[in-house]
């Protein structure tokens, strides 16, 4: 009794706060290369970085989970895991809520089995390039909480800085574009704003390469359907979705030619990814190849339109749209949460053998395509991030009617065994697949 009136006193309850330890904090500014600049104050890695500037509407940067490899408490809910997200790769992320870093970081490991894949995150560290914020907390507070959001950063040598108006440039942002940006940091602000030329676009280089798995590798190997994944900057979240549901995932690098061992699987997951599209061109050819001759369910990144670069974007939690019938339910409406810069053009009539699955209700953008029933294919594409992670859950169950369809759409001829799979790898000069480790001690 006494504790729990000790605890609901406010005073002392943020007494029991860590703080969030010593914060050289340098002076800082952000610059956009359309003429605007903000100054504050620095935390995290005291150097400066190019990027791509734009905003989350998150609540919170992280997650949390045990930090015991061996305690099976299940996973807390989370808000969003927006930093270790590879899709924000070589990004400068504004948040938009005002206070960000209060609940701290959790260690970053679980165990590796049918429920976990390693990682408590969306990857093992921090993708964006840098972090916007108002006001970074000086102290945090999470019983599963092993550093601050200050440390963190620190640690994987990302900037940040605090002490700017994010709703002004959330405004920005919102009314003339994402826009590229440089952080300053330190010595750095008294040099002038770079120049237009200067601005260093991360859409000129293969994001996806950079955050792709570079070696094959298997989760939940004793699962009674075959998935292979097609990383091409694949949240955790994606991979946790499928081996909860019992699948065995194979998970191969973004430009592994899927057509060689096809046969073996009894379907096709492409994942999110960063940066501009037509650098994953190799992998675009490959799948035309797969969509024209195997007949197995493919869900993932929409294809089949012509896709164009927004103004804006779409980034955020809670997106609203319209769902055109997903494997027996119709005419529903879903929230979702989004980060993609390209979309695809709305044509009349949709190219043969399409038709449109989702459309965002405050741009009508398409969000998603499906194959039509009279195409002779299963094959859903969205825009949106399904597997939540955080956000809203409304889009889930697109893994387990996915998984639905696998099943149901096996073949009867007798299946390959392992084997047969390490001799497929071993051709194409990738060593033999193994159960993915993790090397990152938090």
């Given at each position: 009794?006494i504790?729990?009136?000790?605890?609901?006193?406010?005073?002392?309850?943020?007494?029991?706060a860590?703080?969030?330890?010593?914060?050289?904090a340098?002076?800082?500014?952000?610059h956009?290369?359309t003429?605007?600049?903000?100054?504050?104050?620095?935390?995290?890695?005291?150097?400066?970085?190019?990027?791509?500037?734009v905003?989350?509407?998150?609540i919170?940067?992280?997650?949390?989970?045990?930090?015991s490899?061996?305690?099976?408490?299940p996973?807390?809910?989370?808000?969003?895991?927006?930093?270790?997200d590879?899709s924000?790769r070589?990004?400068?992320?504004?948040f938009?809520?005002?206070?960000?870093?209060?609940?701290?970081v959790?260690?970053?490991?679980?165990?590796?089995?049918?429920?976990?894949?390693?990682?408590?995150m969306e990857?093992e560290?921090?993708q964006?390039s840098a972090?916007v914020?108002?006001?970074?907390?000086?102290k945090?507070?999470?019983?599963?909480?092993?550093?601050?959001l200050?440390?963190w950063?620190?640690r994987?040598?990302?900037p940040?800085?605090?002490g700017?108006?994010?709703?002004e440039?959330?405004r920005l942002?919102?009314?003339?574009?994402?826009?590229?940006g440089?952080?300053?940091?330190g010595?750095?602000v008294?040099?002038?704003?770079?120049?237009?030329?200067?601005?260093w676009?991360?859409?000129?280089e293969n994001?996806?390469?950079?955050?792709s798995?570079?070696v094959?590798y298997y989760?939940n190997?004793?699962?009674?359907?075959?998935?292979a994944?097609?990383?091409f900057g694949?949240?955790?979240?994606?991979?946790?979705?499928?081996?909860?549901r019992?699948?065995?995932?194979?998970v191969?690098?973004?430009?592994?030619?899927?057509?060689?061992?096809r046969?073996?699987y009894?379907?096709?997951?492409l994942?999110?990814?960063?940066?501009?599209p037509r650098?994953?061109?190799n992998?675009?050819?490959?799948?035309?190849?797969?969509?024209?001759?195997w007949?197995?369910p493919?869900?993932g990144?929409?294809?089949g339109?012509e896709a164009?670069r927004m103004?804006?974007?779409?980034?955020?939690h809670n997106?609203?749209?319209?769902?055109?019938g997903?494997?027996?339910?119709?005419?529903s409406?879903?929230?979702?949460?989004?980060?993609h810069?390209?979309?695809?053009?709305?044509?009349?009539?949709?190219?043969?053998?399409?038709?449109?699955?989702?459309?965002?209700?405050?741009?009508?953008?398409?969000?998603?395509?499906?194959?039509?029933?009279?195409?002779g294919?299963?094959?859903?594409?969205v825009?949106?991030?399904?597997?939540?992670?955080?956000g809203?859950?409304?889009?889930?169950?697109?893994?387990?009617d996915f998984?639905?369809?696998?099943?149901?759409?096996?073949l009867?001829?007798?299946?390959?065994?392992?084997?047969?799979?390490?001799?497929?790898?071993?051709?194409?000069g990738?060593?033999?697949p193994?159960?993915?480790?993790?090397?990152?001690?938090?």
């Amino acid at each position: 009794m006494i504790a729990r009136t000790l605890i609901r006193n406010k005073v002392f309850a943020r007494g029991l706060a860590t703080h969030a330890g010593p914060n050289t904090a340098l002076p800082a500014v952000l610059h956009l290369k359309t003429g605007q600049s903000f100054h504050g104050r620095s935390f995290g890695a005291p150097n400066s970085t190019f990027g791509e500037t734009v905003f989350s509407t998150s609540i919170t940067s992280c997650k949390f989970a045990p930090c015991s490899m061996t305690d099976e408490t299940p996973l807390k809910p989370t808000d969003t895991e927006s930093m270790t997200d590879p899709s924000y790769r070589s990004q400068i992320l504004v948040f938009t809520t005002p206070l960000i870093g209060n609940y701290g970081v959790p260690c970053n490991k679980v165990p590796i089995n049918s429920q976990e894949v390693g990682v408590v995150m969306e990857s093992e560290g921090i993708q964006c390039s840098a972090v916007v914020v108002a006001d970074v907390a000086e102290k945090f507070s999470h019983h599963a909480a092993v550093e601050s959001l200050a440390s963190w950063c620190r640690r994987f040598n990302v900037p940040g800085i605090t002490g700017v108006d994010t709703r002004e440039i959330t405004r920005l942002l919102r009314d003339q574009g994402t826009t590229l940006g440089r952080l300053a940091v330190g010595a750095d602000v008294s040099a002038p704003a770079p120049s237009a030329e200067q601005y260093w676009d991360p859409s000129t280089e293969n994001l996806v390469d950079q955050v792709s798995t570079k070696v094959p590798y298997y989760l939940n190997p004793e699962g009674d359907v075959r998935i292979a994944v097609l990383d091409f900057g694949a949240k955790a979240n994606i991979l946790r979705s499928l081996v909860r549901r019992n699948a065995a995932v194979t998970v191969l690098p973004w430009n592994f030619d899927f057509n060689s061992i096809r046969d073996q699987y009894d379907g096709l997951f492409l994942t999110n990814g960063p940066g501009d599209p037509r650098h994953s061109m190799n992998a675009a050819l490959n799948l035309r190849k797969t969509l024209q001759e195997w007949d197995k369910p493919i869900i993932g990144m929409a294809a089949g339109l012509e896709a164009y670069r927004m103004t804006f974007g779409n980034r955020g939690h809670n997106q609203p749209g319209p769902r055109f019938g997903i494997l027996g339910i119709d005419q529903s409406r879903v929230a979702s949460i989004q980060n993609h810069q390209y979309a695809l053009k709305l044509t009349d009539p949709f190219p043969a053998g399409w038709e449109p699955f989702f459309i965002n209700c405050n741009d009508s953008s398409v969000e998603g395509i499906k194959s039509t029933a009279d195409s002779g294919r299963k094959v859903w594409g969205v825009q949106f991030h399904p597997e939540s992670a955080g956000g809203p859950l409304d889009t889930m169950e697109m893994f387990t009617d996915f998984l639905a369809e696998c099943r149901a759409h096996r073949l009867t001829l007798p299946r390959t065994t392992p084997a047969d799979l390490t001799s497929s790898f071993n051709e194409k000069g990738y060593t033999t697949p193994r159960l993915q480790q993790i090397s990152v001690t938090a």
